[in-house]
């Protein structure tokens, strides 16, 4: 996004639309590491903007003891909409 350098503009499929995600992750991952990943996503949040875009959604992410952040993913492919329970 521009004018920041913690915030990515994602686009998520959630098996039920397509959704935009604005996620505090630059810091740690370059777009180019996200695209075609698996990743939970919590969408019955509401909608709400983010320096001006909205975002639908928040990305589950893991936080390491030195601060290191990483996706809460399935293991192995799943159908995109499949719900965490």
Known sequence: M???????????????DKRTVVSGIAEFFE???IVGRQVCVLVNLAARKIKGIESQGMILMAEDSDGRLDFVAPGTRIKPGSQIR
């Open 2 to 16: 521009p004018k920041t350098k913690k915030l990515l503009k994602i686009k998520v499929d959630t098996g039920i």
């Open 31 to 33: 777009p180019e590491q």
